[in-house]
C-alpha cells in the first residue's frame, strides 16, 4: 500500500462508522504515519491496546488521501494469537516500510 502513497505531508481522511475524521498524514524518509488528529480518532472510537486497525486505501491524489477503516477488537481467541507477533502490544508494534 505504501507505494501509492506520497512521502510528503498531506491531508488524510479516515472514514469509519458513517463518520469522518481529518487528520494529517506525515510519508516522511520510511516513517508513515498520522499525526494531527489520530487522537480524536483514536478517543471517538475507543482504541485501546490490542485493537487491530484495517486501513483500505480508498482515494489517493495530490488534494487528500482517504481511507476506509475497520477496527478489530482486542478480544481474539488466545489460540489465534500468538504471543510473539507483531502488534500484539505496544512493546512489539508492527512497523510499515
Not at 508513515?32 to 485493537?51: I, R
Amino acid at each position: 500500500m505504501n507505494k501509492g502513497l506520497p512521502f510528503t505531508g498531506d491531508l488524510a481522511v479516515l472514514t469509519y462508522g458513517g463518520k469522518k475524521w481529518n487528520l494529517f498524514y506525515d510519508g516522511a524518509k520510511t516513517k508513515y504515519k498520522f499525526s494531527t488528529g489520530w487522537k480524536f480518532f483514536a478517543d471517538d472510537n475507543n482504541l485501546k491496546e490490542g485493537d487491530g486497525i484495517v486501513f483500505e486505501l480508498s482515494e489517493c491524489n495530490p488534494d487528500k488521501i482517504e481511507f476506509k477503516i475497520q477496527i478489530l477488537r482486542e478480544n481474539f481467541p488466545p489460540e489465534l494469537v500468538p504471543e510473539d507477533v507483531e502488534g500484539i502490544n505496544s512493546d512489539n508494534p508492527i512497523i510499515i516500510n
